[in-house]
């Protein structure tokens, strides 16, 4: 069975600051790959997508996430954070024709400090 | 807003009631998707619908647990006879058909004394 790790429960990290958010899969056939935040008593929200393509992929808000399939990471980074992006953030993958259906990691809090 | 939306935001229920969730979908998207998500977990899946057709359950629902979505737009979730062990976040997406992303509602939140 697939499943996805994210490592990190918690990362806090000062403002301005970069971050790497680590997130690693297991799956017997090709999968695509997210990343979706969660703030506060809200729904999920997709930040990013790997589909196919160019292995490094980015958000409109200046995350970037690359796919590495010899190491199935999928690790999200930003070099310089803002307050605004204290949240949950969830990596999650879909196996190829494998009926649309996320299967999550835990989550990892990024509480982003001044 | 055309967003996924769901009815209730919150939900207190005592144990052993019945309770019932309503999700709309994006009008143009054909799948729905229902997810539960306890406190310091990922969401995880329990089941979704290509139009009308319910395609896949989870064993997390369990006998209790009941999901249509009769004319293929709105979808309903019931748990009856709740226990506290149910009190978790539940999540409805939607998609148009595959390899499409996911959109979330803002979920209801369940809690059973």
């Known amino acids: 069975a697939q499943s996805v790790t994210q490592l990190d429960s918690q990362v806090p990290v000062f403002e301005e600051a970069p971050v790497e958010l680590r997130c690693n899969y297991s799956?017997?056939?090709?999968?695509?790959l997210f990343w979706y935040v969660q703030y506060p008593n809200q729904g999920l929200q997709l930040l990013l997508k790997y589909l196919s393509g160019s292995t490094l992929v980015e958000s409109i808000n200046g995350f970037e996430a690359e796919f590495n399939k010899s190491q199935t990471s999928f690790h999200l980074r930003k070099p310089s954070v803002h307050i605004s992006d204290t949240a949950e953030y969830f990596c999650?993958?879909?196996?190829?024709?494998?009926?649309?259906?996320?299967?999550f990691g835990t989550g990892t809090q990024l509480k982003v400090e001044l | 807003d055309t967003g996924v939306s769901q009815d209730p935001r919150h939900k207190i229920t005592k144990r052993g009631q019945n309770v019932t969730f309503r999700c709309d979908p994006i009008?143009?998207?054909?799948?729905l998707y229902w997810y539960r998500q306890t406190l310091g977990q990922g969401p995880e899946f329990l089941t979704y619908?290509?139009?009308?057709?319910?395609?896949?359950k989870s064993r997390l629902l369990s006998d209790r647990f009941s999901a249509e979505r009769p004319k293929g737009s709105f979808s309903t979730l019931e748990i009856q006879r709740t226990e506290q062990g149910d009190s978790a976040m539940y999540l409805c997406a939607s998609s148009l058909v595959s390899d499409s992303p996911l959109h979330f509602g803002n979920g209801t939140r369940l809690t059973v004394t």
């Open positions: 799956s017997s056939v090709s999968v695509y």
């Open positions: 009008s143009e998207h054909n799948r």
């Open positions: 619908f290509q139009n009308e057709a319910q395609l896949e």
């Open positions: 999650a993958i879909i196996l190829t024709g494998g009926g649309n259906k996320l299967t």
